[in-house]
């Protein structure tokens, strides 16, 4: 296991210390293709997942951390370790609450064919949402029931927000995620492949229990507050609201995906 040197990094100047902190504004996330992700638990799964981790940056409270697994793996998969100050890590940190480790990590880039090809036959579109809470949420969900990605509309935050990948869980670095252009020509090529489309809607004609969702299906969620756009809903096959009590008139954007999604599930392990 590497040790913590006696004198880590402390200056705020460095060019890594640069790099690192220019990764919380999206514009550079994309044009350097990485984001941060940070605490031991989730840096641990990345290396162990062999999720692309580019460099491993450390505190030296790490050793007393139970953190002798995320150097050693890191070490194993022959990963460079930066050993900064703790005050660095609160500087470079999005967290409140700093631990002490982060990792940089490559962002895996797929195709929109990899979600049709994707054997679950289960994709969920997400429609220029704006809480980073939601989208992380939706993300660990769609892997929860093995959907086979995540398609994200121009307009949606950034899926690499830190808050985002908080959200996730994890789930950010083995979920599928496709940037669409234009979501009204992605939405026809899903029914070109064989998908059903379906809108999750406040006044649908049918509730998700009337679908076969065993049926490839893409599920196009919508912004908090506003929904789906008229110019969406005219395309997509059905449109579906989930039936509640009287006193309620609709539900939070993950909670509804979550819902259809497990309805989804459901079905489709039932037996033939």
Known sequence: MQT???????????????????????????????FLIEGVKMVEEALRDRAGVKM?????????????????LAENRSVDILWISE?????????KTPQPVMAVVEV??????????HESG????????????????????????????VAITPNTVDPYNYKTIR?????????????????????????????QTVAMVLTGEKTHFDLDLRKSTAVIVGQEGSGLPDDILKDVDHR?????????????????????????????????
């Open 4 to 34: 913590a040197p006696h004198k880590p990094l402390s200056s705020k100047d460095n060019s890594t210390i640069l790099y690192l902190r220019s990764l919380s504004d999206p514009k550079r996330r994309k044009k350097e293709k990485a």
């Open 108 to 117: 895996k880039e797929y195709t929109e064919d990899a979600l049709f090809a």
């Open 167 to 195: 959200a996730s869980m994890g789930s950010i670095l083995r979920m599928p995620l496709v940037r669409v252009g234009d979501v009204t020509a992605f939405v026809k090529k899903c029914g070109q492949k064989g998908f």
């Open 122 to 149: 289960l994709i969920v579109i997400c429609h220029q949402l704006q809480d980073p809470g939601n989208l992380g949420t939706i993300i660990r969900t769609a892997e929860a029931v093995g959907a086979g990605g």
């Open 240 to 272: 579906v609201r989930i039936p509640m009590a009287e006193t309620l008139d609709s539900l939070n954007v993950a909670v509804s995906g979550a819902v259809f999604l497990y309805e989804a599930l459901r079905q489709r392990m039932k037996k033939p």
């Open 56 to 72: 491993v940056v450390a505190s030296p409270s790490l050793t007393q951390h139970h953190g002798k697994a995320v150097l050693d």
């Open 87 to 95: 005050r660095l890590m609160d500087a470079v940190s999005e967290s």
